[in-house]
């Protein structure tokens, strides 16, 4: 800092009169040599003249030149404006790269520096908003000391001088911060070399502390606390501000699979699908796909264009009994085979859309987009300005937090829409013989088979509830009730014939017998898959 001359001084000029005190009405002149040994009992009327003053101020000041950017800085506010400079510029040249990693680094660089994916290490005692990795690193830098650590691991000439002038009083060994705090014997009072903690102005300053007397005088080395947010610290004033604390990385979402570098995406960039090329009336869809704000219809698209070419096949697996020897899926559209999403967590599995299941080619679309299987097809395909979309539909997806996954085992049954009423209701479709879906297919096949009649000549209803052309008069039972007396059965109460019939067809084995008497085809085949499942 330059040395600052005071020029203000005033002397007292001595009048004729003898008066004291008052300026002289004359510009100040230099002293004659050849009057300066006349006696001063017969100097003139004329003041004495008077000699600027050079007065020096010590400067506490960092120096204003940045050491990395070799730019002056503004200090306005001293040592905490020299503080957010060498932060900016530490951020600049990546140096918090390796004591915060960023989730999005490409070639170097942070793709996305504003999304607020971050929140600060120190839950507990600091903000727990989320912020940009930007906002983040400068967060750490001043409120946290962080800037001083990078100083202190940072080996150009002159770096430590200027860490000395920023953070004076506080010790950078090894990556970490210590104050060395010494206490003495005072009384009931102790003291201590480092500075005070200045908070502003305010009821929520005024907290009385209770002095503890100590033993005998010691030196300790200590770690100073955390600040709980930055409108409590003193930005002036070096005790008010907590040194770094790297025990635990900042909080960023799971880290997704290695891959490969990829190019920066153009987040607004639209283009026509490049594996169809959006032409044709069936591909109008994939014309003007957006990279940003269209994103979840440009995975969906892509999922459809690469299932066509069938690239889901060796990922997506159609299960055992859907397969073909050359492992091809055989029904593609739910009607016998229905799959269920594998993940626990999906939507498909939540909310109002629970237990939805879907078919081979529905699925396979699904874990594309949903389940980011598309990822892994785009990386085998080496058409031109895909790794581009890749890059783009992988930035999304960490935006979101999330993690890429492996797909677990596959979850399909075997499906069927009743042959007896071909799914005239909604309970003759979807038939399935996995779990207790087995119990409601049995019954549909009970109740279907009362309306064909078989159930007379087997359970014949008895000639006081039966007309004159052999059908049951109270087919409800209101009047006429039956029972069933099968040893065993926990069923007691009394039913009327259609419930007594559908009874004994479904619980007591009835409906076997009646499948395979039945002539049409595949009829038999149920018969014997419900005997092998009982």
């Known amino acids: 800092m330059p040395k600052s001359v005071n020029t203000s001084t005033s002397g007292r000029g001595l009048s004729q009169r003898g008066q004291r005190g008052r300026k002289s009405s004359h510009p100040y002149i230099s002293e004659d040599p050849s009057t300066a040994n006349v006696d001063r009992g017969h100097q003139s009327s004329q003041a004495l003249p008077l000699l600027p003053v050079k007065t020096e101020v010590p400067s506490s000041q960092p120096q204003s030149t940045c050491l990395l950017c070799h730019q002056e800085m503004k200090m306005a506010q001293g040592v905490n404006d020299a503080r957010h400079h060498y932060g900016l510029c530490f951020y600049n040249e990546g140096a918090f790269h390796k004591l915060y990693p960023p989730v999005d680094l490409v070639d170097g660089r942070v793709v996305d520096e504003v999304g607020k994916k971050y929140s600060c290490q120190h839950t507990e005692t600091c903000t727990k908003r989320k912020m940009g990795y930007r906002e983040l690193c400068m967060h750490m830098a001043t409120t946290h000391m962080v800037v001083g650590t990078l100083m202190a691991m940072d080996d150009r000439v002159g770096m430590d001088s200027v860490l000395a002038s920023l953070y004076p009083g506080v010790e950078y060994k090894g990556g970490k911060t210590e104050v060395r705090v010494k206490v003495e014997k005072s009384g009931n009072h102790k003291t201590a070399d480092s500075t005070p903690l200045r908070r502003k102005r305010g009821p929520a300053s005024r907290v009385k502390v209770e002095p503890r007397p100590v033993s005998s005088p010691r030196i300790y080395s200590v770690s100073v606390p955390v600040r709980s947010t930055r409108e409590d610290e003193d930005v002036d004033d070096p005790g008010a501000v907590s040194p770094p604390h790297n025990s635990k990385p900042p909080k960023v979402e799971p880290k997704a699979e290695d891959s490969p570098p990829l190019p920066t995406p153009r987040i607004d960039r639209v283009h026509n699908c490049l ?22 219809d440009l995975k969906y ?145 009970a109740s279907c088979y009362y309306e064909s009649g078989v159930y007379l000549a087997k359970y014949p209803p008895g000639e006081q509830n039966m007309d004159q052309e052999g059908q049951p008069r109270d087919v409800l039972g209101r009047d006429i009730k039956y029972s069933c007396e099968v040893t065993g059965c926990t069923i007691k109460r009394k039913m009327g014939y259609k419930e007594f019939c559908i009874h004994m067809s479904n619980e007591h084995r009835g409906l076997l017998d009646i499948l395979r008497e039945d002539g049409r085809p595949g009829l038999s085949n149920i018969a014997d898959r419900l005997e092998e499942e009982d």
């Not at 899926?329 to 498909?348: D, H, I, N, W």
């Open 275 to 296: 594996v169809c090329g959006g032409q044709g009336k069936a591909n109008k869809e994939g014309r003007n796909l957006n990279m940003g704000d269209g994103m979840q």
């Open 301 to 445: 698209h892509y999922a459809v264009c690469y299932y066509n070419e069938g690239a889901f096949m060796d990922l997506v697996d159609p299960g055992q009994e859907n397969k073909t020897i050359g492992g091809e899926a055989l029904e593609l559209f739910g009607l016998r085979f229905k799959y269920k999403c594998p993940f626990v967590t999906c939507s498909r599995n939540t909310g109002r859309g629970a237990g939805k299941m879907m078919g081979y080619k529905e699925y396979s679309i699904h874990c594309g987009v949903a389940h980011h299987l598309l990822e892994k097809v785009m990386a085998r395909d080496k058409r031109e300005g895909l790794d581009e979309v890749r890059a783009a539909i992988i930035l999304d997806r960490k935006r979101e937090g999330i993690s890429w996954e492996e797909m677990p085992e596959v979850q399909v049954e075997e499906v069927q829409t009743c042959l007896l009423c071909n799914g005239e209701t909604k309970e003759g479709k979807n038939l399935s013989f996995a779990g207790e879906k087995l119990l409601q297919l049995r019954y549909h096949y």
